[in-house]
């Protein structure tokens, strides 16, 4: 095309703007003033054409202008913004940043607020105050930033991406509460947490439509960024001789010629402790689009900065009635910076971890007495119960998760049950497992269904087809699942999880849908005992539990609140202490890790260790098992009974989880003899001091064959006599199985397992029992 | 070369004029330890450990008000250099032209009383006795007996006024503790006479003067006049900057002068919390009472500034608030009867976004010195500090800051609580208080210079709470016992009641 360029006013504009960047702004007028000129004059005018490259209409390209010297300063920002001293050197942050992000595929950059308001306050307060149209410009500036510092590029890459620019500030969080239409189209800044999440979508930022019926394309239309749409056209513009005009609504979009970028819509909620007393949380529509997509879950605790807009309120009924919703819009964020709070419990990912902090975790893992460390560190505010915490820390860390050749895998979580009385802290360490796990669900066994651990079916309101939602234990995958008042679930409820807990999987067939998911996560459970106190009296009688659910912990405690003059006074003591210096102690104590760390460590173990058995380990577990079996031979043959406590294939695979996840808080890829050993004292100090109390015979392998051989017996011996229909007292059947020689707590063992089954009743007032079939 | 030893005393003037000392003695070559001391006894031990290693001693901020040579018993080859800004100056250390040399401006007023008012000749007073034995000597002729105990009685009555003479001078000269110039100012005097004075050592010396300022150790006046001496210095190096044809690079340290907000700490804070935490208008406003904090209300209102974005974070606040802010709150101020909210400071500007008021450095480098948060030893805390002046250390300084801010939020707690429960009480001359041990932020002032800056705020806010302006002559005595270290800290604040008003 031909531009001549006046040369008035051209040089006044050229001296203080280059010439390449207002360049690209010159507008093209020659075609509409050809048009206009040659209808008016006759033939002998010449017709002038020109393009007026430096604004000919001042008032109209005002805007322009500006903008491209906005762009300019916003370019100046990226380019030389520096941080550090002399002293330090200096490191050139965006830019830099820029050209890592854009080498490895990225094409994001974040900005701080603070950092653009010390490079130019003006800047950093357009973008506050206009963001939308601002921060179109620095995504501009921040592409012909990339373009600098990336060329020469690569052959077959040479088109420039598009880089996203996203936003983060230092400033207090406003409330959604505080959000109020005077911030409408400004920079805000949210605190809350993500509860839900669309799948990702695509919305084009550049349409191209065409006239169905005359084949009229018009291309390069661009949507506006959020949830605004486009409006189609209602008519064709084009005229063309002879033909008819186009229908009402001819336009139809090309997919295949439109730009296209990912978006999600998530909903935000106040966070818990934003909420008024006795008011409920408000929620909020978030939108986000390109990088942003994916990068929280539901559950996580987020701050977003975004700008506060509108869009048409959904679709009326009564539509074109009145009219009187017109102004009416509901408002929601486009999301240009998500950070994820680390802190807190729930679904936070303790993120990744630079190179500074990786090294002191090195150091942390390499400390002689770290097992000892992380025990205590694990609820401090719990006076004693060292045991329990450190199996907790086992549990914590877990052991390694083993793919077999045939393709089946032997679980690596280390699963653990706490039974005991009422005022031990046992639901304080699971709410602190929660807090501490870097995936982590509290759940109440009376509140928590069996659809409501595994997963359920639901039918989606909108599309009215049905679709999975993932429970407790599809949640928790990779952490840990906290099950509290375990003995108050329903029998059924307990029985769902059954597969999670030992396969790690969650099979479902409902509604059409047959499918598996993954829950591979530990149980931490913890319940109280039938009688709400634990009965010393009545023994097994305390448990309720199922011994397929009993095997299925690698360790069980048993926590009695025992009395003991010495204990008390210090446990008092330490109560005391705890509700007086509750405001002034914040900092950790010596010789603990704070929570954060701590968090960080476990996730970090977790994800970069996987350790085995080593050889000489594995020599000793097996000496060790082989002695212990024989050495329980040798008791059985002095004291004439059968031990009731074997060691069976299933304890040696807890031990050998435990001394796994004892070598992973080391660091060390392989678990030593030391680490056999401890394992083994966890061992028996939980599991197999609950089972010497007589509480576990229920469990499957806690009964020996004798014993069972003995009930058996007596069972025959009671069915035999013990017409159905008929009823007998049960003092004068224990009597009678006494004079047999019988121990009398085998045949209420008996009497027990009978009644459990079903077979027998108490009648009148229990004196009397009642055989049912 | 001999190596050099330099005593430090735990205060941010003293680390201030050491820091320009380290940079003096990097330029000569000079090799030095640097021990911190903080009090007496530390002083004499320091002392002891080194003496046999060091000719050459520094004392920066300890040691001009007591008689170093009688306390720490020198050898006689051994030199003090004593660079100290607490007043009075021993006389003995002053009159000691051959081990103490005492760096002191000449412009500094001391009003050290005469040599001969306080001190004899030794040798004349032994000849004296000499004459007196000799004239206990019966040597026959009586007139010259007579004449001798004539003699001797009038020399004795001579010296017994001279006695008495001596005592009152004495008396007078040490009656008040006070503060002369600060030490760092000094040091840099030194510097810049021998032309060696840099940018950044100007800045200690501001540090310096701003930490005296801060801790009331100095007068406004002597503030004043100080900060005038040390724009001079200021335009000197910084003159650079003015023309926009050979501007400084962005990252170039810059100095300028301010007349800025005396509020603490606000620049990175939000402006209500520095306004709540600063002694000056929390004070003025009584912000412990109700009326107080309707009254700050008002004061808000009356500049026009909206409650969010008072206490959004000062550098995320509305850029059109912030323009001509200075000026709106110096207006709202003057009527709410806060005449000098602005005064006389410096602020330094080096980088894109590191931009700090002299006030800013002296209170987190004093809150990084007294940092109670993990058990170090004290000299760790020492050094903390040291490197958090200068200006590779943001993330110390960065840290300081956050303490300072923690400290401040305590100070004005226990202020407030004090006030409210009438826990000041007058005894005497004297105005006392005791905090209750086990309250949460007792351990905060453990340490001298916080439980100075708290027992100076209070005395201020007790002034201004008061009505009885009879009570406005008297002192502060705070005491404050530390179990664990099983001694108390009581402090006696020398300055009378109607100096900080």
Redesign the interface.
């Known amino acids: 095309m031909d531009c001549r360029v006046p040369s008035k006013g051209a040089g006044a504009w050229a001296v203080d703007r280059p010439i390449v960047t207002s360049l690209r702004f010159c507008r093209v007028k020659s075609v509409l003033a050809a048009g206009a000129t040659s209808t008016m004059s006759g033939f002998d005018d010449p017709g002038i054409y020109y393009s007026d490259s430096f604004g000919g209409d001042p008032a109209a390209d005002e805007g322009q202008v500006r903008k491209s010297q906005l762009q300019k300063r916003f370019k100046e920002f990226l380019r030389q913004y520096r941080v550090g001293t002399d002293r330090t050197g200096f490191t050139f942050k965006y830019r830099d940043e820029l050209k890592r992000h854009y080498n490895l595929g990225q094409y994001w950059i974040e900005v701080e607020m603070e950092d653009l308001a010390s490079f130019d306050e003006d800047l950093a307060d357009y973008l506050y105050k206009q963001p939308a149209e601002h921060l179109q410009l620095l995504e501009e500036a921040a592409k012909e930033v990339a373009d600098e510092v990336t060329r020469p590029r690569p052959s077959g890459e040479e088109t420039l991406q598009d880089i996203q620019v996203m936003l983060k500030s230092d400033a207090h969080a406003a409330n959604i509460r505080s959000l109020k239409s005077d911030q409408m189209s400004r920079l805000v800044k949210i605190p809350g947490i993500i509860i839900a999440s669309t799948p990702v979508r695509a919305k084009a930022t550049r349409i191209s439509i065409q006239c169905r019926s005359c084949h009229n394309t018009i291309n390069n239309i661009t949507v506006q960024p959020g949830l605004e749409g486009y409006a189609l056209p209602r008519k064709c513009n084009t005229e063309q001789a002879g033909r008819p005009r186009c229908p009402l609504d001819p336009y139809f979009i090309m997919p295949d010629k439109c730009k296209c970028v990912d978006f999600q819509v998530l909903k935000l909620q106040e966070s818990p402790d934003a909420v008024p007393h006795g008011e409920m949380p408000r929620h909020m529509q978030l939108y986000c689009d390109r990088y942003l997509c994916d990068r929280v879950v539901p559950g996580n605790k987020v701050t977003i900065m975004g700008i506060y807009s509108i869009k048409k309120s959904g679709q009326t009924k009564n539509k074109g009635r009145d009219n009187v919703g017109v102004g009416i819009r509901n408002a929601y964020i486009r999301v240009v910076g998500i950070q994820i709070d680390t802190d807190g419990s729930g679904h936070t990912f303790a993120g990744s971890v630079t190179p500074q902090e990786e090294e002191e975790l090195r150091q942390l893992a390499s400390l002689p007495n770290i097992y000892e460390t992380v025990a205590k560190s694990i609820a401090p505010s719990i006076y004693g119960s060292t045991d329990i915490k450190k199996a907790i820390a086992c549990l914590l860390f877990g052991g390694s998760r083993k793919r077999l050749p045939d393709g089946l895998t032997r679980r690596g979580d280390i699963n653990l049950l706490m039974l005991g009385d009422p005022g031990t802290a046992k639901s304080q360490l699971l709410k602190f497992v929660e807090k501490c796990s870097p995936i982590g669900v509290y759940t109440s066994g009376k509140g928590s269904s069996a659809a409501g651990l595994t997963a359920s079916v639901i039918r989606d309101p909108s599309s009215r087809s049905f679709f999975m939602e993932g429970g407790a234990m599809v949640l928790a995958d990779g952490g840990v699942v906290c099950i509290d008042e375990f003995d108050k679930m329903r029998e059924d409820d307990r029985v769902a999880i059954h597969e999670a807990m030992e396969q790690q999987t969650i099979s479902i067939a409902k509604a059409g849908i047959t499918t598996t998911l993954n829950s591979r996560c530990s149980v931490l459970a913890a319940a109280n005992s039938v009688f709400g106190r634990w009965d010393e009296t009545k023994g097994e009688e305390n448990i309720d539990f199922m011994p397929t659910i009993l095997s299925r912990f690698d360790m069980i405690f048993i926590v009695k609140d025992e009395h003991n003059e010495e204990r008390d006074m210090i446990l008092a003591k330490h109560v005391m202490s705890l509700h007086v210096s509750a405001l002034t102690q914040t900092q950790a104590v010596e010789g603990e890790i704070d929570l954060n760390k701590l968090k960080k460590f476990i996730s970090y173990c977790r994800t970069k260790c996987g350790p085995r058995l080593s050889a000489e380990a594995a020599e000793k577990l097996k000496n060790r098992y082989v002695l212990m079996r024989t050495g329980a031979r040798q008791y059985e043959r002095e004291s004439d009974r059968r031990s009731s406590i074997p060691i069976t294939v299933r304890q040696l695979e807890a031990i050998v989880r435990i001394a796994e996840s004892l070598s992973k808080m080391k660091l060390q890829p392989f678990a030593t003899e030391a680490d056999i050993e401890e394992a083994l004292r966890l061992f028996q100090v939980s599991t197999l001091d609950a089972a010497m109390s007589g509480s576990l015979s229920g469990a499957e392998g806690f009964t020996t064959q004798e014993d069972q051989e003995l009930l058996s017996r007596i069972e025959k011996q009671l069915k035999r006599r013990f017409a159905i229909g008929s009823q007998v007292s049960e003092h004068s059947i224990v009597q009678d199985f006494v004079k047999q020689k019988y121990p009398e707590h085998a045949i209420y063992k008996v009497l027990q397992l009978m009644m459990r089954r079903g077979e027998i009743q108490h009648r009148l007032q229990r004196k009397v029992l009642y055989r049912i079939k | 070369m001999p190596r050099v030893l330099l005593l430090v005393a735990s205060d941010v003037d003293a680390l201030c004029a050491c820091k320009i000392l380290q940079a003096l003695f990097q330029c000569d070559h000079v090799q030095y330890t640097l021990v911190p001391v903080s009090g007496w006894q530390e002083l004499e031990t320091a002392f002891l450990e080194h003496k046999d290693q060091f000719k050459y001693f520094v004392l920066i901020n300890c040691g001009a008000n007591i008689d170093l040579l009688e306390v720490l018993q020198p050898e006689e080859d051994t030199f003090f250099f004593v660079c100290d800004s607490r007043r009075p100056i021993n006389v003995v250390n002053v009159y000691n032209d051959m081990q103490i040399k005492l760096l002191v401006k000449p412009d500094d007023d001391l009003n050290i009383p005469a040599y001969d008012d306080i001190f004899r000749d030794e040798e004349e007073e032994e000849e004296d006795s000499g004459n007196e034995s000799d004239g206990s000597e019966p040597s026959g002729k009586r007139k010259r007996f007579e004449e001798a105990v004539v003699e001797r009685t009038m020399k004795r009555r001579e010296r017994r006024v001279w006695e008495a003479r001596r005592q009152e001078i004495l008396f007078d000269y040490e009656q008040y503790e006070y503060h002369g110039t600060s030490s760092a100012i000094v040091m840099f005097d030194l510097a810049w006479k021998m032309s060696k004075d840099l940018n950044d050592m100007l800045w200690w010396a501001i540090v310096g003067l701003t930490d005296q300022w801060v801790q009331d150790k100095i007068t406004q006046m002597k503030y004043v006049t100080d900060i005038g001496i040390l724009q001079r210095h200021v335009s000197r190096h910084n003159h650079r900057n003015e023309d926009e044809e050979n501007s400084l690079s962005i990252?170039?340290m810059r100095i300028a002068f301010e007349y800025d907000l005396r509020l603490a700490l606000y620049q990175h804070w939000?402006l209500y919390e520095s306004l709540c935490n600063t002694c000056y208008t929390s004070a003025s406003l009584k912000l412990w009472s109700v009326q107080g904090q309707k009254r700050l209300q008002e004061f808000l209102a009356d500049m026009g500034l909206p409650l969010?974005q008072v206490?959004?974070?000062f550098?995320?606040m509305?850029?059109?608030l912030?323009e001509n802010l200075r000026d709106m709150i110096e207006e709202s101020a003057n009527k709410f009867g806060m005449k000098d909210l602005r005064v006389q400071t410096f602020s330094i500007h080096?980088?894109?976004?590191?931009?700090f008021l002299a006030s800013d450095i002296v209170y987190a480098t004093a809150s990084l010195m007294e940092n109670i948060?993990k058990?170090e030893p004290g000299t760790a805390s020492f050094i903390k500090a040291l490197d958090s002046l200068?200006?590779?250390n943001?993330e110390k300084l960065h840290h300081g800051l956050e303490l300072a801010k923690k400290q401040l939020r305590a100070i004005q707690q226990t202020v407030a609580s004090c006030i409210c429960t009438n826990l000041v009480i007058s005894q005497g001359p004297f105005l006392y208080c005791c905090l209750m041990e086990?309250t949460?932020d007792v351990?905060l002032f453990s340490r001298p210079v916080s439980l100075c800056l708290l027992s100076k705020y209070l005395l201020k806010s007790f002034v201004c709470s008061t009505k009885n302006k009879r009570s406005l002559t008297k002192r502060t005595f705070l005491a404050e016992r530390l179990r664990r270290l099983q001694r108390a800290h009581i402090l006696g604040l020398y300055t009378t009641i109607l100096t900080c008003l």
């Open positions: 990252d170039c939000s969010k206490k959004q974070k550098n995320s509305d850029m059109s912030k080096f980088g894109f976004k590191n931009k948060e058990e200068s200006r590779s943001l086990g949460p351990k």
